[in-house]
C-alpha cells in the first residue's frame, strides 16, 4: 500500500509534555525537551500522536496532490 | 505550521497558546473544531461564547464569531446571541468553577428552559486560572490550595446535574478518548434544546500536582484504565461510581425548545392584532 500521508512536527509549538510518544503505538517518537521522530520507519500513521498533541506541535499531512 | 484543521478553526498568531504542558484544554480545544469541521458547519455562523478561566481563553484561540465575557455569565451572554439570532449556532466553552459555581444557577436554569445552545465543559476538577482552588467537582478528600486538609464537599455529576435540571441532552466525554468525545460533541450541537458535554480535563500543573497524580501521560492513562460508559456508570451505586472515568450519553431527549416556543408566541399574537 503507497503511504500518501507524512508525520509533521513544528517543534516551535511543543512544549514537551510527551502526552505524543506515552501513546504512539509504535514507539516512533521520542520526547526530551522536544519531540524528535526516531523511527519513522515503523510509523502506521495512525494519528494517535496528532488527536492527543495539546498545542497542534504533531500532525499528518496528505502528500496525496503531489503523488 | 500547522495542520489543516487547526489552520481553518484556530487564530494561528495567538498560538502557542498559554495554556500549561500537558494541559487537556488544547485536545479537548481541538475536539471541538474537529466536532464543528465534521457536521460541515458554516464557520460565520458559529458563535462561541466563554466566560473566564483557563478553558475559557479557547475563545480567543478559535476563529469563529467570538464573544470572551464575565466569570460564570456566558450561559447568559449566549442566552442573549441566540434569542436575538436563532438561526446562529451558539456554543459555549467553560471550566468547571466558571459552569458549575459562579453559573451554577445559570446553567440549571438554562437547561430547565432548554434553549437551544451547547454547552461543553473543560472539566479539570480544579480552579486552574487562579491557582489550584478546589472547584464544586473536586473528588471529596482531594487537595487544592483551599482544601490543605483534603476537600470536604462532595463533587457534582455536571453531567447528570444538567439532565436534572432539565437539559435535554447530555453526555460525558474524556481527554483520552478523543473520537467518542468528538461525537459525543457533534451530537450535542446537533440537538435540538439545550446540550452539555461534561468533558474530563487534565490539569496537571494544579490537579495533578497536589493530588500526586502524576503528569499528563499519568493522569491521560488514569481516564483510559478507570473508563466505563455512561450506561453502566449510572447503574452502580454512587460510591462506586465515583472512581470511575464515565463516557457516553446520559440524556437524549425530545423537549420544547425555548426559542421555537417563542417565536410561536410572537406568530399567534401578529396574528391575532392583525
Ligand atoms: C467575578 C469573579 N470572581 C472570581 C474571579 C477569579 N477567577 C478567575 S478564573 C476562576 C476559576 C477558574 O476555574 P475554572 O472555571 O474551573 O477554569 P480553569 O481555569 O480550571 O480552566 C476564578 C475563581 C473572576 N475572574 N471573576
Ligand atoms: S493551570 Fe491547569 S488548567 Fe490552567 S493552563 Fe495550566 S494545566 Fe491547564
Redesign the interface.
Known sequence: MKNNKKL?I?T??C?????CS??CPKQVLEVKAKVKIVNLDACIYCGQC????????I????TNNDA | ????L?DKY?REDH???I?????????LM?NVAKAIDNLGINQEKVCLVSGIGCAARAAGYMDFQTMHTTHGRAIAFATGVKMARPDLEVIVIAGDGDIAAIGGNHLIHAARRNINITVIVFNNDIYGMTGGQYSPTTPTGDYGTTAPYGNLDRPFDIGLLAAAAGASYSAKGT??H??QTIKLIEDGIKHKGFALIDCLGVC?TYYGRKNKKG???EM??RQKENMITAEQAYKLPIHERESKVILGKIAENDFPEFTEEYQKIIDRLVKQNG
Open positions: 509533521v513544528n516551535a509549538w512544549k514537551g509534555c510527551g502526552i506515552a501513546f496528532e488527536m492527543r498533541c495539546p498545542d497542534y506541535a500532525y499528518l499531512e496528505d | 505550521m500547522a495542520s489543516k487547526i484556530m498560538l502557542p497558546h495554556w500549561c504542558p500537558g494541559c487537556g484544554h488544547g485536545i481541538r481527554c483520552y478523543v473520537p496537571p503528569g499528563a501521560v491521560l492513562t
